[in-house]
């Protein structure tokens, strides 16, 4: 039998990366994926009892692969962690040049630039946001989709942008209120398709939009955020979609609502488009919901610029080449025939059983502890990697030659200036 090495659970008693990334999800609803993971590190360094730096690392690294082998869609997770370690080696390799050799200060030092790194990446989606909102101008139509926050934040930010004087002087009405918007513009909000029951904003799509509020589908959404997994072009949940298209009407904005095989109709009237993502990989394209890259495709043929926002924490060291050389396993295609229907239903239920079962032995070793707990946790390391299932989370691949520009906080880059930021970023 094969010797596996202690779980992350191990090293920092009473401590589950897993929880308490899902915690952190749960309690604020505006946080992302890639944020809330780092986060969650930051707390395991906080109760860590590793005395040596080595230690330290290695507990880091094992904590980050636990939780991304649990979660189906960790691509923006990852980007966020794998960036997270390399600024704390960074700031070890500082700390060891300035001759302080103490651990506890070297620990302590690692925890105060980690709750750092977390402060910088919550407030680069206004960074975004501001530099972004210049690219909606009087009188343009913007097409967007999925539930992107960055997103969400620059729209508003345009829509609240507000005149404050003869000098032009341009201040937010948000801030303090005070005067409608010298920046008129509409929006155009794809919202996906599905088959009866709620969309990935908790709406229902049978009622043909996505911007009717109800309570049962801010608490279909609120779930979905929590499960932390999904696609969502840039972190879903937290009423996603549905709560940008609320605001900005609120803030007096005219909002389409459209589902995805309108989108060729729509984009004769649209000026630009603006998504967000899950990850900007080396080569400049963008990982984001399902059907980002077919409204890349029809932007392109209409001559429409195709502007993606997201923020650096989500560059990603990966160079996919195509839709199917993504590091996910994505349940988009099957082909089936009369006969195979009754074997899917029979596969549904054996696999809610599966399911059932191990959240009853996982409630049994986590009351008895020790060995078992370790065995059960051998038994999830021999399984394989969560897969996308839900045709509604999965993600697609937008190639760099169909993207405009990438605003970030850095500024506005080309897809092609990405593999250049990534290395500025990691060397």
């Known amino acids: 039998m094969a010797i596996h090495p202690p779980t992350p659970a191990d090293a920092v008693s009473g401590f589950d990366i897993v929880s308490t990334y899902h915690r952190l999800l749960h309690e604020d609803p505006e946080l992302t994926m890639p944020v809330a993971a780092i986060e969650a590190l930051v707390e395991l360094l906080a109760q860590s009892q590793a005395s040596t730096i080595s230690e330290t690392l290695d507990l880091l690294e094992r904590s980050t692969a636990h939780l991304k082998s649990h979660i189906p869609n960790p691509i923006s997770l990852s980007a966020g962690t794998d960036l997270f370690q390399r600024y704390l080696i960074n700031a070890l390799q500082t700390q060891r040049a300035s001759g302080r050799g103490d651990f506890r200060a070297v620990r302590n030092h690692l925890i105060s630039n980690g709750r750092l790194f977390v402060k910088r990446a919550k407030a680069s989606r206004d960074k975004i946001a501001a530099f972004g909102r210049h690219f909606v101008r009087d009188g343009n139509t913007v097409l967007t989709n999925g539930n992107s926050r960055v997103v969400g934040a620059l729209l508003r930010y345009a829509a609240e942008e507000t005149a404050v004087g003869a000098a032009g002087a341009v201040g937010a009405a948000g801030a303090g209120g005070g005067g409608r918007s010298t920046v008129r513009f509409r929006v155009v909000y794809v919202c996906p398709n599905r088959k009866g029951g709620a969309d990935d904003d908790g709406n229902d799509s049978s009622s043909g939009g996505c911007g009717d509020t109800t309570a049962e589908a801010e608490a279909d959404a609120d779930a979905e955020h929590a499960e932390g997994g999904g696609g969502g072009g840039g972190g879903g949940g937290g009423g996603g979609g549905q709560s940008v298209v609320k605001t900005l009407r609120a803030l007096g904005?005219?909002?389409?609502?459209?589902?995805?095989?309108?989108?060729?109709?729509?984009?004769?009237?649209?000026?630009?488009?603006?998504?967000?993502?899950?990850?900007?990989?080396?080569?400049?394209?963008?990982?984001?919901?399902?059907?980002?890259?077919?409204?890349?495709?029809?932007?392109?043929?209409?001559?429409?610029?195709?502007?993606?926002?997201?923020?650096?924490?989500?560059?990603?060291?990966?160079?996919?080449?195509?839709?199917?050389?993504?590091?996910?396993?994505?349940?988009?295609?099957?082909?089936?025939?009369?006969?195979?229907?009754?074997?899917?239903?029979?596969?549904?239920?054996?696999?809610?059983?599966?399911?059932?079962?191990?959240?009853?032995?996982?409630?049994?070793?986590?009351?008895?502890?020790?060995?078992?707990?370790?065995?059960?946790?051998?038994?999830?390391?021999?399984?394989?990697?969560?897969?996308?299932?839900?045709?509604?989370?999965?993600?697609?691949?937008?190639?760099?030659?169909?993207?405009?520009?990438?605003?970030?906080?850095?500024?506005?880059?080309?897809p092609s200036a990405v593999s250049e930021e990534l290395i500025r970023i990691w060397f």
Do not use: C, W
């Open 253 to 414: 904005v005219p909002v389409a609502t459209i589902n995805e095989g309108s989108v060729a109709y729509a984009m004769g009237i649209v000026d630009m488009v603006i998504v967000g993502a899950e990850g900007v990989v080396e080569n400049g394209g963008i990982i984001s919901r399902l059907g980002t890259y077919q409204i890349g495709v029809l932007a392109k043929a209409a001559r429409k610029p195709f502007y993606v926002v997201a923020e650096s924490h989500k560059f990603v060291r990966l160079y996919p080449l195509s839709q199917y050389d993504l590091p996910i396993e994505q349940d988009v295609i099957r082909f089936t025939t009369g006969d195979d229907e009754d074997d899917d239903d029979d596969d549904e239920k054996r696999g809610k059983n599966r399911e059932e079962e191990k959240d009853v032995q996982g409630e049994i070793e986590r009351r008895e502890g020790g060995g078992k707990k370790r065995d059960g946790e051998e038994r999830k390391k021999k399984e394989p990697l969560l897969a996308i299932k839900d045709a509604n989370a999965a993600v697609d691949f937008t190639p760099p030659d169909l993207i405009s520009a990438l605003i970030t906080e850095s500024g506005v880059l080309t």
